[in-house]
Every structure is written in C-alpha cells, then in structure tokens.
C-alpha cells in the first residue's frame, strides 16, 4: 500500500514552504511523488519541488470537483501504477474542499489515507472564514490536524480568535501554534499523523476520527477549457521536467454546468494564468503587484529578471514575498480573485 498525506488549506497558507520543509526533515530517502491541484491556468509551484528530487505531477483544470473526479483520480491511479512510490504527497487546490479530496482518495486502491491536514494562515484565517466559508470551513472542519502558519507576524489575540474559529469547526483537531521556525519538520509530521512522538511529554494523543459519514458519491461535472483536455495536462505532467504549454501570453476561460445548490471554486473566483517573456526588476513586480484590488486573493510567478537571474513572487493580501528562482521554461503569472479585470492585469504586468 502506498500512504497518501494530503496538504491542503487556503489560498497563500503556506502549503509549498510546509511540503518543502518535511521533504527535507521526514522524506528524505523515500520515494515521494507529489500530486498538486492547482485552480488557475498555469502552475507555478512545481519547479521549487523538482529541485528537491521529488517527481511532480501537476492536475491543472480549474474546478476541484471536476479535477477530482476525471483527471485526479485518473492521475493517482497512473502515479501508482507507473511509479509504484512509498508515499504520495498531495496538495490541494487552495480553493478545493478536503473533504472532496478524502473521498477520491479512498476510491482508489492501493492507497492508505495516512494523514489530512489543514494550513492556516493565522492572519487572515477570521477574513476567510467569513468570506469563504464554503471552501475554508470545509478544509478545517475535515482536518484531523490544523497548522497555522505565519503565527509569529499574528499577535496573541488574533491567534487566540483563530483557534475559536478552530475548534468551533472541528473540536478534535490537533493544532498546531509554534512558528514553524521553531519546529523541525519532524515534530510538525507527528501531529499530522495523530502522534504525540516528537512533542514533549503529556501533550496526550490526538484522537482520529474515522466516521465515513461523508463518503456519499460526489456528482461530476461537465467541465470544458479553450486550451485542451485536461487528460492531455495529466499526462504531461507526469513526466518530469516535462512542462505544459498554454500557447502564448493570453487567458483562457472557464465553462462549467453546476448542480443547484451547489458552488464551486469557478462560482465564486476568477483565474488568468499568463506566460511572458518580460524581463522585470525586483521594484517592477512590487508596483504591479501593489495595482492590484481588493478583489484579488492571490497572485504567484516567475518571471526572468533585469539582471540576468529569476525572480519568484508570491502574494497575498498584505503581504508580498519576492526572492530569486530557478529558470522556468517561460515566465510564468497566475492571478487569482473575484471579478478579476483582464485587461488592468495585463497593463500592470505589461504582457499583451
């Protein structure tokens, strides 16, 4: 059996730095495959991963519950058939819902669901809950163990407002506080898993809950994309260092039939995913990326830069991180957020 650990949380929690870290400190020695969902056009993440020896397969396409009824299942049936590993890594769209995920994951055999976490970013975890209930609540409430992130930028009454938040949704959840600077990737995997190993004496066990209350069938849906079958991205990405071609420096839009009642990641965000060949200066970026609205949640890339090296770039609400890279295959910018203005997007990235 191969063992699955599922990352997910809100977009921008810090679910890459997480992944990074346990590589590093819990992986190292086995054969992981990483299995990202990304909602928006063009994935960004993936490179960081592959220069830690770790085989990516990237499921572009959009909605979660499309993904994750064709081409996710599709995609960890063929991880395991093809490269039989010890462990699957997967990290969910930001805008996915944990439990969707937990549900195809049991579907397929020959995995043992291991661990389902939450990453949330103790900043803006009250924002989210108020804005986003659907896709956020969801990750928390279905976690059996929830990370905040960022909680040394997050005075104590913001995290302690946090944690009403978190054990409203999920009383059973372990919860992890201590900036992650002060933890080893080892302890962190620990309370994923349900141990107390790793954490000081008296801490106490955390207790798993194993209702499959929520394993009803989850309806597909009909899902259709101007850049091709997503079948043909699946299996693309499985080859490492094989990168996918969206065709140009243009967006590209999303039509989807949803059932009544029901809402989904596209109901509710909009995604441009765009590839450039630009060259930008650190000071550049900063000024794009302080034109954008409110509206916007999250925006990520990697770009060539002015003096000859690469720049990546990650960006929410309030805070913005821009630090050098390795060379993609183009320069590549996703934005994600709620009404996303096309045209303002490409003026302030300067691609046509």
Known sequence: MTKVDVISG?????????IQKLIKDVFAGQKVVLVENEFGEIGI??????????VINEVNGGCICCTL?????????KVVTEYHPDRIVIEPSGVGKLSDILKIVK??????????????????CRIYHKNFKEFFDDQIATATCVILSKTQMADEAVI???????????????VITTPWDDLNGTSIFAAM????????????ELEMDDDDDDDDDHDEHEHHHEHGGAEEQVNAGLAEGNHIHLGGEDEHEHHHHHHEDEVDADDVFDSIGVETINQYSEAEIKAALAGLGENIVRAKGIVPSTDGSWLFFDYVPGDTDIRPGAPAYTGLITVI??????????QLFKVK
């Open 10 to 18: 809100f977009l921008g929690a810090g679910k890459t730095t997480l």
């Open 45 to 54: 993440d993936g490179g960081f991963l592959k220069e830690a020896g770790i």
């Open 69 to 77: 009824k064709g081409d996710f299942q599709a995609a960890l049936k």
């Open 107 to 124: 579907s397929v055999e020959g995995l043992e669901l291991n661990s389902y976490s939450a990453v949330v970013d103790a900043k803006r």
């Open 160 to 174: 302690q407002e946090d944690l009403d938040i978190i054990h409203e949704l999920n009383a059973k959840a372990r």
């Open 193 to 204: 898993e349900g141990s107390s190993s790793g954490f000081p004496e008296g801490l106490g």
């Open 337 to 346: 957020g709620e009404h996303v203005d096309v045209e303002q997007i490409k």
